[in-house]
């Protein structure tokens, strides 16, 4: 057995490498910390062959000076951090003193900067983890960082590199992360001689949001921003129907952070919980900020994870943040939330939305009129004349103000569609989606009152029951009392409905009670009252919503309309499907080629 002796630096250098520069991404991000840490206002990036045959990162910082270059390469050298309570309270981006050095151990770095008391610059250069003599050099006041070859004298972390093209993909959107958290900075990125990106300095925050996540985002977005005395959440979460197949479109950031947190991804994922269609994903460019002393950032040795100390505080402002902001009903502003949580987007159209392709368009104000629509419309959209027919025709009055933006009832179609007509051409409205929202809305609205309003049945409803849903009812009766139900058994295997929520279908009275009693005896009382209690909800939605092939009468019609105007999240149903969305004039124009 060999004995225990100290490695070479050289060696500790590349281990740590290992895990600090997991690739040319991770030395990116590293360098463009260190350049917002040192306070610059303009950083450029220039790469070739994905980062790992050149990757050099220029800005106009503080710079660091001569005597000080050295040891801006050696490990666990740093000006962030000089004591554990600097450790316990990191404000600045980097801390560790690990990046430059694992670099320089692995790759052929050159480093030049200047202060701005400094004559000129100064230049060194490292290679297998020996260090020149610092040399005169051109430069203006800030640091240039070049890295050549990475993993060049360890082939066997360089083979594990992917393709030229996947390791510059990784890099862009380390690129994208970093210029997502500062709009207010300068960057540009170049790879193989060619612009990829030129971001100017001072940008509105959604137009850098837009400019990476793409201008359908930009259109779908509602902005976010609550402010307590020690907690900010600002930025931007889409529509539901902006959903994606995957996570790639979801930024959350700490303190100017980019990071992958359980707390907040669980929070995020419960604010869209009812409104998002099955397995898709939101998207959202979202910044929370707190004291740097409330979160740990020293957990990870990428710092891509972090630690909240009271981390279900965060949770809770988190979700009710984010769900406040997508609570927007279909109209403008009369039903906003009370909360400064959404701006302007909050007078537009909710969703006016592609079924099939799952886009969204928002009404925008025209010059001289108040919050009058320009709809954009896929044409991916198939729309027949094979098999229609009308149920109800015109209606008593021709309203084509915008003081309802969802108009007023035309028709019903195939007992499913409803059809109105406001200032911009025709809405088509599911009529059982969107009544499923309204009635959803209602009940969790006097669950959370404790006040379901009820309704004694004429005839109660009895229906066999086994032994243990027998057993359900009678240790649940404070629970269905909540729910606005009256169930007890008449025998040892029969249960009677005497009484139900009123804004429920009677005609379902057993049906729904199984559902009721299925629930608690699966999951408890406890259980159906908290954590599952929107499931339960939902459901009881769809079987109080108006069914497809009822014949409604234009007031009915009109009323649903004028629900939806003031219902929360009315875009979508409880399982995230649209529930209208809109042809403009100029739409239908194109359908029947007017004007061409």
Known sequence: ?????????????????????????????????????????????????????????????????????????????TSK???????????????????????????????????????????ITAIDGQLSAPAPASHAVGTTVEIRELYFNTPARRKFLRTEATEYAYCEEAFKRIALSRPDVAFSLQHNGRTIWQLAAGQDELKRVTQFLGADFGDAAVAVSRHTANLSLDGFAALPAYSKSSRDAQYFFVNGRFVRDKVASHALRLAYQDILHHQRHPAYAIFLTMPPAAVDVNVHPAKSEVRFRESQAIHQFIF??????????????????????????????NL?????????????????QSEVASGKWESNTAITTTDISISRVTPSTDHTTDEHPLGYALAQLLGIYILAQNQQGLIVVDMHAAHERIVYEKLKTSLDAEHVATQPLLIPVSFYADALDIATVEASQEAL???????????????????????????????????????????????????????????????????????????????????????E??????????????????????MFMRGQ
């Open 1 to 77: 057995m060999t004995s225990i002796r100290p490695l070479p630096e050289l060696l500790i250098n590349q281990i740590a490498a290992g895990e600090v520069i997991e690739r040319p991404a991770s030395a990116l991000k590293e360098l463009l910390e260190n350049s917002l840490d040192a306070g610059a206002s303009d950083i450029s990036v220039m790469l070739e062959a994905g980062g790992v045959k050149l990757m050099r990162i220029r800005d106009n910082g503080r710079g660091i000076a001569k005597d000080e270059l050295a040891y801006a390469l050696m490990r666990h050298a």
């Open 81 to 123: 951090i000089a004591s554990l309570d600097d450790l316990q309270s990191v404000a600045s981006m980097g801390f560790r003193g690990e990046a430059l050095a694992s670099m320089a151990a692995v790759a052929q770095l050159t480093l030049t900067s200047r202060t701005a008391d400094a004559p000129h610059a100064h230049q």
């Open 320 to 349: 009710h943040t984010v769900q406040q902001a997508l609570a927007i009903p279909a109209q403008g502003a009369t039903s906003a939330p009370s909360t400064p949580s959404v701006t302007a987007t909050q007078h537009n159209f």
């Open 352 to 368: 006016a939305q592609n079924n099939a392709a799952y886009q969204i368009w928002e009404m925008q104000k025209h010059a001289g």
């Open 481 to 567: 009392q909540m729910l606005g139900f009256d169930i007890a058994p008449l025998s040892p295997t029969t249960l009677a409905v005497r009484a139900m929520p009123v804004m429920l279908k009677q005609s379902e009275a057993e049906h729904i009670a199984r559902e009721v009693i299925a629930e608690l005896r699966e999951f408890g009382a406890s259980r159906v009252l908290t954590e599952r209690r929107n499931e339960l909800l939902s459901t009881l939605a769809c079987h109080g919503a108006v069914r497809a092939n009822r014949i409604l009468n234009v007031t009915e019609m009109n009323a649903l309309l004028r629900e939806m105007e003031q219902t």
């Open 569 to 590: 999240r009315s875009g979508q149903c409880n399982h995230g499907r649209p529930t209208w969305f809109q042809l403009s004039l100029n739409d239908l124009d194109k």
